[in-house]
């Protein structure tokens, strides 16, 4: 029987990552906006690293989001687990880290969501979702539960399919997910967008309930 290989931890791989790209922990601090003794308790394993930490290591170190959370220690599901069992695993991922220690809710997406209803519904607003959904759609690889609810979701609110109401919270979530300003840091983790996935699934909910 075959020993699983042992996991990387975060540490090694940000001094490995460090020492190849000749980067002190000071110029990772500048490039991060990560306090220097933030990154230097994380790489010595004396504090957990954030999503967000996570998030902004990946962009800068040019490493994949997966990779960091899995040496952190964040579970990563199978991508091909069900939309139900991701949504489950998205609420683990919140319990989990330090997000909702950050005053970072479901009500603050929620709030956020709710302003985007007015915004779909301006000129503006469905000019956005209808020429700029589609080249968002593919920087998250186009696979992955949420993504096929997304798409559905677009498809009702270009054809008009539902009354005023829907069509607002359908662009909520569609606008949510374009817009580059998140109530919850994005991140990828083996299949899709944190926050973008709740937001469709507050989005979808909400719509079956009007329906």
């Excluded at 469905?126 to 539960?145: D, N, S, V, W, Y």
């Excluded at 559905?152 to 005023?164: I, Y």
Aim: proline content about 3%; hydrophobic content about 35%; charged content about 25%.
């Amino acid at each position: 029987m075959l020993e699983e290989s042992p996991r990387i931890t975060i540490g090694h791989l940000l001094r490995e990552t460090l020492k190849k790209q000749s980067l002190s922990m000071r110029k990772l601090s500048e490039q991060t906006d990560i306090d220097t003794a933030t990154i230097s308790r994380i790489i010595n394993h004396k504090r957990n690293a954030t999503l967000e930490h996570l998030e902004k290591l990946s962009s800068v170190l040019n490493l994949p989001l997966a990779e960091l959370l899995e040496s952190a220690g964040y579970p990563l599901e199978n991508h091909k687990e069900s939309a139900s069992a991701y949504h489950e695993t998205i609420e683990q991922l919140l319990r989990t880290s330090e997000l909702l220690s950050a005053n970072i809710s479901m009500n603050s997406l929620e709030k956020q969501l709710k302003n985007y209803e007015t915004f779909s519904q301006s000129a503006e607003g469905e000019e956005r979702i209808l020429h700029e959904f589609e080249e968002k759609l593919k920087g998250t690889g186009g696979t992955g539960p949420f993504i096929d609810q997304m798409k559905n979701l677009f498809s009702r609110f270009k054809t008009r399919n539902g009354d005023a109401g829907e069509l607002a919270i359908i662009g909520s979530a569609l606008l949510y997910f374009i817009v580059p300003i998140d109530v919850i840091p994005d991140y990828l983790f083996a299949v899709g967008y944190l926050d973008d996935a709740l937001a469709v699934q507050i989005a979808s909910s909400a719509v079956t309930k009007n329906s």
